[in-house]
């Protein structure tokens, strides 16, 4: 069965540090990886995916993630955390071996402090 | 979020109201979705349109009946309700069905039931 786990309900950290959102997959099948951001009474805003190619995946507001396949991880990261980047994190998982559906994992609220 | 707009943004109704909650993307997109977004939860896929077409019904019961006039409109009708039923209820959009095309969320509609 496919599934997709994000260990961390939440992750702290200083303003200015850097941050790291972990997310492990599961899947039968070549994985399409996605990051999401949720802020409060708002929808989910894509960040990034990773489809093939560069392992490392730059996307919006300065986020990053790492494919590593061996792992079976997507961790996001970014070098400098920011204060208004506090919100709720999801990961996603789609495969060649699935249907229409995204699996999500449950979400990391991320706070960043000043 | 002028990408994928739903209205209403908030919903109170009793367990024998009918009520329509609306979506509409301004993204030319082809494909649509209903996600259900409970408290610790991963997010749950309800239906997926494509082309104006039903392609997916996961399980969800007969008291939520979508409508998809249009590849840019799509509805969700409720009647009779259950309280376990309040939640955030999220539109999304895509180009295509494919597994690779990343979905554009709307706002949702926080539901309320009594």
């Known amino acids: 069965a496919q599934s997709v786990a994000q260990p961390e309900d939440q992750v702290n950290v200083a303003e200015g540090n850097p941050l790291t959102v972990k997310c492990t997959y599961s899947v039968s099948g070549n994985p399409y990886l996605f990051w999401y951001v949720q802020y409060p009474n708002r929808g989910l805003q894509f960040l990034l995916k990773y489809i093939t190619g560069d392992n490392l995946v730059k996307g919006s507001y300065g986020f990053e993630a790492e494919f590593n396949k061996s792992q079976t991880s997507f961790h996001l990261k970014k070098p400098s955390a920011l204060v208004s980047d506090s919100a709720l994190y999801f990961c996603?998982?789609?495969?060649?071996?699935?249907?229409?559906?995204?699996?999500f994992g449950t979400g990391t609220r991320l706070k960043v402090l000043a | 979020e002028t990408g994928v707009t739903q209205t209403p943004r908030h919903l109170v109704m009793g367990m024998t109201n009918k009520k329509s909650l609306k979506c509409e993307q301004h993204l030319g997109h082809n494909a649509m979705y209903w996600y259900k977004q409970s408290a610790k939860k991963p997010l749950e896929l309800m239906f997926v349109y494509s082309l104006e077409e039903r392609v997916e019904n996961n399980s969800v019961p007969s008291r939520f009946s979508p409508e998809c006039p249009n590849s840019s409109h799509l509805f969700l009708h409720l009647h009779t309700l259950q309280p376990e039923d309040s939640a955030l209820y999220l539109c999304?959009?895509?180009?295509?069905?494919?597994?690779?095309?990343?979905?554009?969320f709307g706002p949702g509609t926080r539901l309320t039931v009594l």
């Open positions: 996603a998982v789609r495969s060649t071996s699935g249907t229409y559906k995204y699996i």
């Open positions: 999304a959009s895509s180009q295509s069905t494919g597994v690779t095309d990343t979905q554009y």
